[in-house]
């Protein structure tokens, strides 16, 4: 039986992106607007662009 292989923890961006996006779930920063927030935008691009591309490595 084969050994499964162990997935590679994600890079610190995503983490941290991964964190900005819960912390805006319970509260607000000092960016936010009635507009909305660069840093949710810039953390939400972050996670796309990031699960896109682990999408393409896997072959989905």
């Given at each position: 039986m084969p050994i499964p292989q162990r997935q590679p923890e994600p890079p610190f961006?995503?983490?941290m992106a991964g964190y900005?996006?819960?912390f805006h779930h319970r509260s607000v920063c000092s960016k936010c607007s009635?507009?909305?927030?660069?840093?949710l935008a810039a953390a939400g691009e972050t996670l796309r662009a990031w699960r896109?591309?682990?999408?393409?490595?896997?072959?989905?």
């Open positions: 961006a995503v983490l900005v996006v819960d009635d507009d909305g927030c660069p840093r896109d591309r682990k999408s393409r490595r896997e072959g989905r």
